[in-house]
């Protein structure tokens, strides 16, 4: 006990320790993930072919799978100075409330105003998009949290910003969208009638709240129709989990800092961008055989790529535009219930994460919304940060796998990644509080409609 | 330039050296703050009158105008770890986009769930009403920070919490009655025909959006109604301004660690609760001869009690049930425009706050709220972070200093506080964006109105 007295609450890093190069997972990955595909060809996707829809430096990080260290540029280092290093917090009150001897840790990354970690990605893709002489970004938006990082990255570079914007969302935090507007971006709400995909999808789905794969083949439209922009994504890519690796960096260089290893990882898995960067260096030193650590993806039950879906080719968005990844997908066509509450919406996942899973280096949950906002509820009250939604999925598994140690008497060290704030959530708090939420789940008939919407190659 | 050099965007100090005891200006004052009245016999509040409103320790703390250094509890320092210390920013890009050779720092109070500096005096006079064994508490809040805050510190103590919302606050900020929800409060516009007070204004104002001074009656009636129940107040009071002072306390470490001088201290003034801690140790060296600083407290142009209030015995409410204070007061009636947007709106001034500017130890300025907003969203965009409006008067005053230096040629050290985050004030920054916000200012005949409401000792 007294040795652990030592232990901050807070651990902050001095910001000469802050890392100053990415790192690539993806160079100490024994199977590599999959190489997208070009939806005409169908073969992997070159550099040149890459460059049409991401930027220049986007694309060859995209497609480095060796290089295993990719230094920082430093305008992206002073960008990261204004939020980071972010704080890896010791939850003694929540300890202390699930009367635990577990010791659990998370890395916060909601203090910041785009209010999650999708601002580590944001920038970078705003810099290589500035630094090649790009008028502006398109990108769609789900919970608003990537919206918002990329409006601030673009209004600090002066780049233009157009987001379409997952309607349910749109809809249900229309002060989401007086964020972006203030850093000057422009929101269209997803479907829109101002592209072909839109038109198409409300057409065969009239009345639809939206999908990231919807809002994802709007964004990538408008970028090809207009001189001077690309398009960028705020997960899923393997240049995204990269960019994302800082948060896993700082967690390692201030647990060594402090002697702590953790037994138990966890992190929300969406599209993966979290979860692959706060695992990344941890994951590296098991695939070399260092160290070893139980890592688990958490997903909500109402959109289970991991846990229910296929390891397959699949387009990125619904519109079937965009390069085809292998990834657990729902298929491309799925749609979780409206009646889901948070983020983590996407009906595929990252490559990177999809192949560990697969080689059987990570686990993964599903957990159903109900019980998220439990735990979150609990979270809010004893350790003062009121959660997102997304988030608040790793919360749920970080509290059981304390719980479990309580009965077992396990000392067991647990980190999670509390990927960002709920203070645009409170529509989904109000049902909650007001217990108007329930659970659904898709049934395997549902599955299987989506299913069917996978290419077969 | 090369020394500068070694300044971090953040200097965050570790926990051991965050202050273990809060700083009583008072102590130190010449001229002390003059004592509450008694509403009935018009002499001086004792502490056992006091202890009918506030709980025991808190009307001591009150009354202390000798006690330089008050311990804080174990307990409440616990707490403060959760999220303090918080980071004094050097603005490297503000500077960068003012071209100013000026030295722009800022204390920024905003990295919690309560979003604001509110945060630490509401766990101490939680704390205190705890360890009284009160069942709950009772409170006002205007803009919404204050009761966030409260319903925190109850939430983490389990004590209950009741609040009154300034009406225009409660209907412009829904998803704020959600975040007190989920920690547990019970949210009540005001006016609300629950209290006498309330009914008593709503019939002379019908349709009234409310004020501080009406929420305040009800609150104060609300306590003295329920058995076990005290009334807690988050500016104004000479206690609040003490447990802030641990805002001034951390500023002044982390300055003094690296060298660093503030030419100038600029704090927005709704009751003085910010600023009154954020200049306190600086304020006491002025006061002691041992240094000076030159010190601003910024008011909104629509609510100008330092700039055109008078300085006399006034109530602190609009019902005139509470003590009289002494202080710059545009009379207990004075309800600003509804065409104001953010907090700021009360129509006194804390007692200690008036005593040191009719001493001529520090300034005031007024501004207007579109030239606030335009400065908040240059903040925004190059900061990165959407500040809130009350703090938004700072940054304008802030910028103007700067502005000024640019032409000058003088390399000042400016200071300000950053109280905290605009995350709720969304309704706000889309009347600025949509090009909808106006200034106004009150007439001399307003003024002479709310003045009539002063009491004639």
């Known amino acids: 006990m007294a040795e652990e007295k030592k232990i901050p609450y807070k651990i902050y890093l001095e910001e000469k320790e802050m890392p100053t190069a990415w790192y690539n997972l993806r160079a100490d ?232 290893v953790p037994d138990v990882i966890i992190g929300c898995a969406g599209g993966g961008s979290n979860l692959g960067g706060l695992i990344s260096p941890f994951m590296g030193e098991k695939i070399r055989g260092e160290k070893d650590y139980r890592i688990i993806g958490v997903e909500p039950a109402s959109c289970p790529s991991l846990t229910r879906g296929r390891f397959a080719y699949d387009f990125c968005d619904t519109g079937m535009v965009t390069p085809l990844a292998k990834m657990y997908t729902l298929g491309n066509n799925f749609i979780p219930s409206p009646n889901h509450a948070g983020g983590l919406r996407y009906h595929g996942m990252s490559p990177v994460i999809s192949q560990l899973y697969h080689d059987g280096l990570m686990e993964a949950v599903s957990v159903e919304q109900s019980a998220v906002f439990e735990a979150a509820e609990l979270f809010a009250r004893v350790e003062g940060i009121l959660p997102a939604p997304e988030s608040s999925h790793a919360i749920r598994v970080a509290m059981d796998e304390a719980l479990r140690c309580k009965e077992t008497g396990e000392e067991k060290t647990i980190l999670f990644g509390l990927t960002g704030t709920g203070y645009f959530d409170m529509v989904a708090y109000e049902k909650y509080n007001d217990g108007r939420m329930t659970d659904e789940i898709p049934g395997q008939e549902e599955l299987e409609r989506g299913f069917a919407t996978i290419p077969r190659l």
């Not at 840790?105 to 790009?134: C, D, M, P, R, V």
């Not at 935090?173 to 422009?186: D, L």
């Open 29 to 260: 990955m024994k199977n590599k993930p999959a190489p997208l595909l070009n939806p005409g060809t169908r073969k992997p996707m070159k550099q040149e072919e890459l460059e049409q829809v991401f930027c220049r430096e986007l694309a060859a990080q995209e497609l480095d799978d060796e290089t295993a260290y990719i230094p920082i540029p430093e305008e992206i280092r002073n960008f990261y100075r204004m939020y980071r290093p972010s704080p890896l917090v010791r939850a003694y009150c929540l300890e202390e409330k699930l009367q635990t001897p577990a010791k659990i840790y998370y890395k916060f990354e909601g203090n910041n105003t785009s209010g999650s970690h999708k601002l580590n990605s944001a920038i970078a893709q705003a810099y290589y998009a500035k630094k090649q002489g790009l008028k502006g970004v398109t990108t769609e938006t789900g919970a608003g949290q990537w919206g918002t990082a990329l409006s601030m990255a673009c209004a600090y570079l002066e780049l233009d910003c157009r987001v379409y914007m997952v309607k349910v969302s749109y809809e249900q935090k229309p002060f989401r969208r007086e964020v972006m507007r203030t850093y000057g971006a422009t929101v269209t709400p997803s479907p829109s009638g101002e592209t072909e995909a839109g038109r198409a999808i409300l057409k065969k789905h009239p009345g639809t709240t939206g999908s990231l794969g919807c809002a994802i083949s709007e964004a990538v439209e408008a970028a090809a129709s207009r001189e001077g922009y690309r398009y960028v994504l705020g997960s899923v890519l393997n240049q995204v989990l990269l960019h994302q690796s800082v948060i896993g960096l700082e967690t390692k260089t201030a647990m060594d800092k402090y002697g702590i």
